[in-house]
């Protein structure tokens, strides 16, 4: 495909150019030599098609060379390829940076088009690679301008920051359709322009910059009659990772060290950084995944917040280390016999089998037996059994839309009993059936199995508690709920219930977000079992801390 452009030794002149654009960087770096654009990958662009974009995650550059044949700016191909290189070296470098500023985005501008990313880590490498291509950079805008005149404001905007940087006389980049009047929709849109490309470089860091860039960009979202315009060159970021996305969740302090210098130089109000710092962390994630197919935006969130809460369970609980040098079981447990034969060990021979099985021919027809050590964890050492009843009311949040405290309170205990060497089995509930795990003994299917979630009303199954109490009698209970567990045990024939049932568990522990006075009445029967236990978490954002304290009560489990 690409034989037909450019110059006949194509391939060598591809080759220079790739040596030209990595030199740029002036570092010594091995990454394949670009590839050639399929136009069968437009769906991974929404429908666009990008000049060349480098693939995060494998490293490799894509190089659009029709694109660039059509906008005869074939002569540009290094500095196209020394501004991919330096999406790899340097702006975002890691995808990890990606995820966290896409994030903060969506906190800071909810709604924003994701593109703007993109056009943030381009002000970035075209102001290093245009020390030394600077002329090529701008032929590659002109030939965009010239090819699609757009009415998007942030593009008009963003090439007078370019026209700013490089010295160039005001429209110099750009061409814009005829309804798009700046001046009159955005006065003095070009001084902004001016004191954009006077301060956005000379701030200290990456985050900053982009608060920065957010705060001036916000005023061009509007678009024109409201609409925002077509932008090109502006869909050519790769999406991170679920792990990208889903450490950037866990906060940073660079990230809040950035909102609060943002604040003081009147890029954020006060109130506004303060709700941007205070957001939930899975607030962003509708923001991120739209554009998604659904059938891929389902699976790719869930991987994000499972591994969200992964990190939030570690944060209570530590895993057990192996022990250093620590010795095998002693072997004492005799096996069944075998055949002993000639150079195996004489003292493996149990002579009293042998003779009992071939009497006088014992000493021709010996029998053997090894010993095993014993494995078994029951042997002066208890299994938790652990079955852990989580209520999934509309009062609590979805897990994978808004943090939910129970949710993390249930991972907890399921995380430390499986720790221990335990089972766990999960019931959640709300109206209607409740979802039934098996036991399980995998702590990433507990978790998983527990960012299920049912909504509605609340109304606990007594007659399924009864069921698995039947079932064996060395499991602890415990219920995650708030206050309507309690107005649940009005119902005197499911109370009967319960407190029969009561007698045939390890103990049944109620982990409740309740500041109800009615709840030393509605438990009254139940607080006299010696196997009842009541623990009252006094607010929503508790509940991780004492399902820790639990844990490490029940199971001896403590970060």
């Known amino acids: 495909m690409t034989e037909v452009y450019g110059p006949p030794n194509f391939t060598d002149w591809v080759d220079s150019a790739w040596r030209e654009g990595i030199g740029v960087w002036g570092v010594s770096i091995e990454l394949t030599p670009p590839l050639a654009w399929d136009p069968k990958d437009k769906d991974a662009f929404g429908g666009s098609e990008p000049l060349a974009f480098v693939n995060m995650e494998t490293r490799q550059v894509v190089v659009n060379y029709s694109l660039l044949h059509e906008m005869n700016a074939l002569h540009c191909l290094p500095a196209v390829l020394a501004h991919e290189v330096g999406h790899h070296i340097r702006f975002p470098h890691t995808l990890g940076l990606a995820a966290r500023l896409e994030l903060l985005m969506a906190r800071i501008l909810p709604g924003a088009p994701r593109m703007l990313l993109n056009l943030f880590f381009d002000l970035q490498v075209n102001e290093y690679v245009g020390h030394t291509h600077a002329a090529s950079l701008q032929e590659v805008y002109r030939a965009f301008s010239r090819r699609a005149a757009t009415d998007s404001p942030i593009f008009a905007f963003y090439l007078a920051i370019y026209e700013e940087l490089w010295g160039l006389p005001p429209g110099d980049l750009g061409k814009h359709a005829p309804s798009l009047t700046m001046d009159a929709t955005y006065p003095n849109w070009e001084i902004e322009a001016r004191m954009f490309a006077q301060t956005f470089w000379s701030l200290p860091d990456s985050t900053l910059q982009f608060i920065y860039f957010c705060s001036i960009i916000a005023r061009y979202l509007t678009g024109h009659e409201g609409k925002q315009g077509k932008m090109p060159m502006s869909g050519d970021l790769i999406r991170p990772t679920p792990d ?45 995944l739209s554009g998604m197919p659904g059938n891929q935006a389902a699976p790719f969130r869930r991987a994000i917040v ?37 150079g195996d060990s004489p003292s493996a021979i149990d002579w009293t089998a042998s003779i009992r099985a071939a009497g006088a021919m014992a000493a021709a027809m010996p029998l053997q037996r090894t010993l095993l050590p014993d494995e078994s964890d029951k042997k002066g050492h208890w299994m938790p059994h652990i079955e852990i009843w989580l209520d999934t009311s509309g009062s609590m949040p979805d897990p994978q839309t808004s943090v939910n405290a129970m949710t993390l309170a249930a991972q907890i205990l399921a995380a430390a009993a499986i720790r221990k060497g335990g089972r766990v089995r999960a019931v959640i509930y709300s109206w209607g059936d409740p979802l039934i795990s098996d036991w399980m003994q995998d702590e990433a299917k507990a978790r998983d199995f527990l960012l299920n979630y049912s909504g509605g009303g609340t109304d606990y199954p007594f007659t399924l508690f009864k069921e698995h109490s039947l079932e064996r009698k060395d499991t602890i209970h415990v219920v995650i709920s708030d206050s309507d567990y309690l107005y649940n045990t009005k119902e005197n024939k499911n109370y009967h219930w319960f407190m029969d049932a009561l007698d045939r568990t390890e103990m049944y522990i109620a982990l409740l977000q309740s500041a109800d006075g009615y709840t030393q009445t509605a438990l009254k029967k139940a607080l006299e079992h010696p196997k009842f236990r009541l623990i009252l978490v006094p607010n929503f954002t508790a509940f991780a801390k004492t399902a820790s304290d639990l844990a490490d009560t029940l199971f001896g489990v403590r970060r």
């Open 306 to 342: 499972n591994k969200h809460y992964y990190r939030l369970v570690e944060e209570h609980l530590f895993r057990v280390p192996p022990m250093p040098n620590q010795r095998p079981p002693d072997a004492f447990i005799p096996s069944t016999t075998e055949d002993w034969e000639w």
């Open 244 to 288: 990208d996305y889903a450490n950037a969740l866990g906060g940073s302090r660079a990230v809040d060290n950035a909102i609060d210098e943002a604040t003081k130089k009147g890029w954020l109000d006060a109130a506004k950084s303060g709700e941007i710092k205070s957001k939930d962390a899975l607030a962003g994630l509708d923001r991120v």
